[in-house]
Nanobody, 115 residues
């Protein structure tokens, strides 16, 4: 079955950086468009980034453009989210997912940005 496992979340101060990872199994990762989504406390899912199957085209939410970089390594069935210049409003549980609604997603990793 589909498994998505995120890691790398932590508590950081504003302006800090984190690198999230997501390892996939149970499906053909290399031909699947993948998403990073997040859910802040009390809010719905927000699409952060969309990566085409080859990773050659990535779409970012306006709120993270210029600060976040998404990438993938199909040979390792892994995707990444490099997050720089973190802000308090980036605080959320981050998920990798097969769809932007989060219907098929991992367990998530907590990112907390606070001074």
């Amino acid at each position: 079955q589909v498994q998505l496992v995120e890691s790398g979340g932590a508590s950081v101060q504003p302006g800090g950086s984190l690198r999230l990872s997501c390892t996939a199994s149970g499906f053909t990762f290399s031909t699947t468009t993948m998403y990073w989504i997040r859910q802040a406390p009390g809010k719905g899912f927000e699409r952060v980034a969309v990566l085409t199957s080859a990773g050659s085209f990535v779409v970012y939410a306006d709120s993270v453009k210029g600060r976040f970089t998404a990438s993938r390594d199909n040979s390792k069935k892994t995707m990444f989210l490099q997050m720089n210049s973190l802000k308090s409003e980036d605080t959320a549980v981050y998920y990798c997912a097969q769809d932007e609604r989060g219907d098929v997603r991992g367990q998530g990793t907590q990112v907390t940005v606070s001074s």
